[in-house]
């Protein structure tokens, strides 16, 4: 599985398999920052607000100028109440 199958499984709301699909990727490419915002954003839908934000910070520091990414982040803060962080996130 590619990160681009991940993200359509994401897209159609299939986020176990989207889930198993994201690790995979990442079983061949560690570093492969569309899995892990994925993972993330699957995390962010589950609640697990302090795994996506781990998640989403490993993916910046990988990959500082990717936009999405930030977003992500921007939404995870957000969703924790923290709107100073989300707003530096964006």
Same mark, same amino acid.
């Given at each position: 599985?590619?990160?681009?199958n991940a993200q359509a499984l994401f897209q159609q709301g299939r986020f176990d398999e989207a889930e198993r699909a +994201?690790? +995979?990727?990442?079983?061949r490419q560690p570093r492969d920052? @569309?899995?892990i915002n994925v993972l993330a954003l699957i995390a962010l839908r589950r609640? !697990?607000?302090? !795994?996506?934000?781990?998640?989403? @910070?490993?993916?910046?520091a990988?990959?500082?100028d990717l936009a999405p990414t930030h977003?992500?982040?921007g939404r995870v803060h957000d969703a924790?109440?923290? +709107? @100073?962080?989300a707003v530096a996130a964006h």
């Open positions: 599985m590619s990160s681009s +994201a690790g +995979a990727s990442l079983q920052v @569309e899995s609640g !697990q607000l302090a !795994q996506a934000r781990q998640l989403l @910070e490993s993916s910046v990988i990959a500082p977003h992500y982040l924790g109440g923290n +709107a @100073e962080g």
